[in-house]
């Protein structure tokens, strides 16, 4: 079955997390990603996550289905090499600071002479115009000038990243429709473009709503921990052997709730009745229901509560390794398990959109350092094997 994007190919000079995941994204739909790595070193996350046996495993994942070589596009005869594979190719992208591959001579200007209808992506901290334009960035800066840690964490404790790097997986998402947007495009008006993604921008943009209800009420977003600023119960819960969590979005599922739980008085008592009181109460709310969940286990709880219950919102916190085996991800193909030469099965996450017509798939895990060397400098750009030789020695590739 063919793939949405078995006819595009990429340039991927990304690395670490936020561009390689949006790369990914694009493979997994079928696109050629050649991902470019320093020669002898390559892209830092083969080093930052834990490895097994010696082997990235992070990095695996999140490279799969791409092929990959080494190029020093510094050096001269990398800048030519590479130029030459834009030549041939859809897309570029890249995620260095604003300025730093136009610095090198291989900005979207320059290379867009050489592929008029190229798309030139480019991801970074604070994108390439305005003030902080050229800053650097990590996923925690990103959380932070985007609005995101102001809005996250408890009343009472300092301002909290959401778990995981999301600010650079969110910017990755936004660079992946970018391209698609800028493709769609250039298959209607035959034009290429820039994409300039900004990860202040994207974690800026998914503030809840937050920046229209501030700028019109003056309201500013307290931290509220779990809960919801607009309705309660909505938290989390800790029971005898882990976590849930409850969300109660109008009064009648509270009352559903109450009697569920053996006190259906609470639904009519006018201190909770309406969702205003019971906002204004929250603490007394979260008490009674905390009191009667931390008596039971997480499978009693949803016994009583979920689906086959009272079909109160409702789910248990998990984990991990929970999650790995989880029977609906399972049915949903969200593990997936990829064969390393050396470490057997590994399990990856899948993908999450499903095309009826062009599905994804994911075929191999990340590359060897220059694993496709031979396939692209030979193959693809026809070099010669006394020239691929003489690029390696020079450092090059």
């Keep these: 079955m063919p793939k949405a994007l078995d006819d595009v190919r990429i340039v991927d000079l990304t690395r670490v997390v936020a561009g390689p995941f949006g790369t990914m994204l694009l493979a997994d739909m079928g696109a050629e990603i050649i991902k470019i790595e320093l020669p002898g070193r390559g892209d830092d996350a083969r080093y930052g996550y834990p490895s097994v046996d010696g082997v990235p495993v992070a990095f695996l994942a999140l490279n799969r289905n791409k092929k990959g070589i080494t190029l020093d596009i510094r050096k001269p005869e990398g800048a030519e090499l590479l130029r030459r594979l834009v030549g041939k190719a859809d897309v570029v992208v890249e995620n260095f600071a604003a300025g730093t591959m136009t610095k090198w001579g291989l900005g979207y200007a320059a290379l867009?002479?050489?592929?008029?209808?190229?798309?030139?992506?480019?991801?970074?901290?604070?994108?390439?115009?305005?003030?902080?334009?050229?800053?650097?960035?990590?996923?925690?800066?990103?959380?932070?000038?985007?609005?995101?840690m102001a809005i996250t964490g408890f009343p009472d404790g300092p301002p909290t990243r959401g778990g995981g790097a999301l600010g650079d997986f969110i910017g990755g998402v936004f660079m992946a429709v970018g391209i698609l947007c800028a493709l769609h495009y250039r298959d209607r008006t035959g034009k290429g473009q820039m994409v300039d993604v900004s990860n202040m921008d994207a974690v800026f943009s998914m503030l809840d709503n937050w920046p229209t209800v501030c700028g019109m009420t003056g309201k500013r977003p307290e931290r509220t921990g779990n809960r919801h600023p607009f309705t309660a119960p909505y938290d989390c819960f800790r029971a005898k052997n882990g976590y849930v969590v409850i969300g109660v979005g109008n009064s009648q599922l509270f009352r559903t709730l109450v009697a569920a739980m053996g006190m259906p008085e609470l639904g009519r008592d006018p201190r909770f009745k309406s969702p205003s009181a019971r906002l204004e109460r929250h603490d007394e709310v979260n008490r009674l229901v905390g009191d009667w969940v931390a008596e039971r286990t997480v499978a009693e709880v949803m016994d009583v509560l979920g689906p086959s219950g009272a079909n109160v919102p409702c789910a248990p916190v998990m984990t991990v390794d929970a999650l790995l085996s989880d029977p609906h991800l399972?049915?949903?193909?969200?593990?997936?398990?990829?064969?390393?030469?050396?470490?057997?099965?590994?399990?990856?996450?899948?993908?999450?959109?499903?095309?009826?017509?062009?599905?994804?798939?994911?075929?191999?895990?990340?590359?060897?350092?220059?694993?496709?060397?031979d396939e692209i400098y030979r193959g693809l750009l026809g070099l010669s094997q006394s020239e691929i030789k003489h690029l390696h020695a020079e450092g090059v590739i």
């Design 112 to 148: 867009a002479e050489v592929q008029p209808r190229l798309i030139y992506a480019a991801l970074s901290g604070f994108g390439h115009t305005g003030p902080y334009a050229g800053r650097t960035s990590y996923d925690i800066i990103a959380q932070a000038m985007g609005g995101l």
């Design 330 to 373: 399972q049915a949903r193909e969200m593990v997936v398990e990829l064969v390393h030469q050396k470490l057997g099965p590994v399990p990856v996450s899948g993908i999450p959109f499903k095309l009826s017509e062009s599905p994804g798939s994911l075929e191999r895990l990340g590359p060897e350092l220059g694993q496709h060397n």
